[in-house]
């Protein structure tokens, strides 16, 4: 079998805010360790609640807490704001995939405390196939021998890719 690259949640999440992003990442480009602002990885770990001790390592996936709710496992992500909805939405639908592939069904739910709001997170075959379509667009992002173009969005300000992306600015 051809060997293809593990994808991670935190590549999905990063596929819905920035493909060069991903590009970077997966070429290990390292990010400017003195920017200020929030940087890879610590950025999700913050933009996440409560992250710790009840975190379940599944190998590609770290899932933080999952649930029963009247008798159905639910996996919980608990988010400091809706601001990245559709990647947090994908993140989660990619851990659904997972435990699915491990004979395990569940929801999901995003919750913001802040916010006082929540959303269900359901897997379909629908989503499943726009979820394998996105980590086939990972893996042959990672394989141009250049990172796609950058394009300004508001996540550039918080990426401590900036300086990489933007040094002539
Ligand atoms: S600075 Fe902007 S374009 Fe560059 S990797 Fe970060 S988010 Fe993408």
Same mark, same amino acid.
Request: glycine share 4%.
């Given at each position: 079998?051809?060997?293809?690259?593990?994808?991670?949640?935190?590549?999905?999440?990063?596929?819905?805010?920035?493909?060069?992003?991903?590009?970077?990442?997966?070429?290990?480009?390292?990010?400017?360790?003195?920017?200020?602002?929030?940087?890879?990885?610590?950025?999700?770990?913050?933009?996440?609640?409560?992250?710790?001790?009840?975190? =379940?390592?599944?190998?590609? $996936?770290?899932?933080?807490?999952?649930?029963?709710? *009247? !008798? #159905? +496992? /639910?996996?919980? @992500?608990?988010?400091?704001?809706?601001?990245?909805?559709?990647?947090?939405?994908?993140?989660? =639908?990619?851990?659904?995939? $997972?435990?699915?592939?491990?004979?395990?069904?569940? *929801? !999901? #739910? +995003? /919750?913001?405390? @802040?916010?006082?709001?929540?959303?269900?997170?359901?897997?379909?075959?629908?989503?499943?196939?726009?979820?394998?379509?996105? $980590?086939?667009?990972?893996?042959?992002?990672?394989?141009?021998?250049?990172?796609?173009?950058?394009?300004?969005?508001?996540?550039?300000?918080?990426?401590?890719?900036?300086?990489?992306?933007?040094?002539?600015?």
């Amino acid at each position: 079998m051809p060997y293809e690259m593990p994808v991670t949640g935190t590549d999905i999440w990063y596929y819905y805010i920035c493909k060069r992003q991903c590009w970077l990442m997966a070429h290990r480009i390292a990010p400017d360790e003195e920017d200020e602002n929030v940087e890879i990885g610590r950025f999700i770990h913050e933009y996440r609640y409560e992250r710790g001790k009840r975190e =379940l390592d599944l190998g590609s $996936v770290k899932i933080d807490r999952v649930i029963k709710v *009247k !008798g #159905e +496992l /639910v996996v919980r @992500e608990i988010k400091k704001s809706s601001r990245f909805l559709e990647s947090a939405r994908f993140q989660l =639908l990619y851990y659904l995939d $997972v435990l699915r592939n491990m004979g395990v069904i569940a *929801k !999901g #739910e +995003l /919750v913001f405390p @802040e916010e006082r709001d929540k959303e269900t997170v359901e897997w379909t075959p629908e989503k499943k196939a726009e979820l394998d379509k996105a $980590v086939e667009e990972i893996r042959r992002i990672a394989r141009l021998p250049m990172p796609p173009e950058p394009k300004k969005i508001s996540f550039c300000k918080k990426c401590a890719y900036r300086e990489y992306c933007w040094a002539e600015e």
